[in-house]
């Protein structure tokens, strides 16, 4: 928000007013940080019982930190970085990912004749960690994220690609054992990641990813292992178009971003 909010804005935000949607209040709240003329308006629209609210928790503030130890150094570089972009839930996700990868490498070595079960379900690799990087049920902190103006693209794009960063080096080792084309390892799982990211806008991250992988595996790894070949979307010669999805699918997410906002409503 570049330009003042009007006061009665000011009043409806500082009364909690419900009419008031999530972007216009995260947009209030940015410009109150940088704004101490708006930020003496809202001061001036709080009631006296908020204002003595207010003062008392002053009070109690003050006093804490009188009495706290004084922090001990500072935060290292690597540190900020791993509470920003590496969320400790996603752990056991990833680690699912990468046995049922490794499963999936020994047991094609073992039956001789069928399709690549790795080269079938690489696109589906990154969607567990992606369903759960941003979810109620999986974060400890949502709530407190979820009313942060940080939070919606921002954070599920950093989360996104903390999973990619684990999942995409582990199906180039597990792929490569397989002599399969490394491209159709790799392209066909970004395509999926951007098409989660999509439809997440409409459907919530989490029904987007299980959609994907309820469709991909009726529809293409069912009918692969049953007919003991690839399908023709694995072929050499789907590279090109898979880069193409990609590309689009990504764009359309960036341009849907507004969607993200309120990602919290689908979790």
């Given at each position: 928000m570049t330009a003042h909010p009007s006061l009665s804005q000011i009043e409806r935000y500082a009364a909690g007013d419900p009419e008031l949607d999530e972007p216009g209040v995260w947009a209030i709240e940015v410009h109150l940080e940088d704004c101490a003329d708006c930020r003496a308006r809202l001061a001036g629209s709080t009631t006296g019982a908020s204002r003595a609210v207010i003062d008392q928790v002053a009070l109690v503030l003050?006093?804490?930190?009188?009495?706290?130890?004084?922090?001990?150094?500072?935060?290292?570089?690597?540190?900020?970085?791993?509470?920003?972009?590496?969320?400790?839930?996603?752990?056991?996700?990833?680690?699912?990912?990468?046995?049922?990868?490794?499963?999936?490498?020994?047991?094609?070595?073992?039956?001789?004749?069928?399709?690549?079960?790795?080269?079938?379900?690489?696109?589906?690799?990154?969607?567990?960690?992606?369903?759960?990087?941003?979810?109620?049920?999986?974060?400890?902190?949502?709530?407190?994220?979820?009313?942060?103006?940080?939070?919606?693209?921002?954070?599920?794009?950093?989360?996104?690609?903390?999973v990619l960063a684990f999942v995409i080096p582990v199906l180039a080792v597990v792929g490569a054992g397989t002599g399969m084309s490394l491209a159709l390892m790799l392209l066909p799982c970004l395509a999926f990641t951007a098409a989660t990211l999509l439809l997440g806008t409409l459907v919530g991250v989490r029904h987007a990813a299980i959609g994907l992988?309820?469709?991909?595996?009726?529809?293409?790894?069912a009918p692969s292992l049953v007919a003991a070949r690839l399908p023709v979307l694995l072929s050499a010669q789907s590279a090109p178009s898979w880069a193409l999805a990609t590309v689009v699918l990504t764009i359309m997410a960036l341009l849907r971003a507004n969607g993200f906002r309120r990602l919290s409503h689908h979790g």
């Open positions: 003050d006093r804490e930190i009188a009495t706290a130890a004084v922090p001990v150094g500072r935060s290292r570089p690597w540190s900020v970085l791993r509470h920003r972009w590496f969320v400790g839930t996603l752990l056991p996700w990833l680690a699912m990912t990468g046995t049922v990868l490794a499963c999936a490498a020994v047991l094609g070595a073992l039956w001789v004749g069928t399709p690549s079960l790795v080269l079938l379900i690489a696109p589906l690799a990154p969607l567990p960690g992606v369903a759960v990087a941003w979810h109620r049920r999986a974060d400890p902190a949502w709530e407190l994220i979820a009313a942060t103006p940080a939070s919606g693209l921002t954070m599920l794009l950093r989360r996104t690609a903390a992988v309820t469709v991909w595996t009726l529809a293409v790894v």
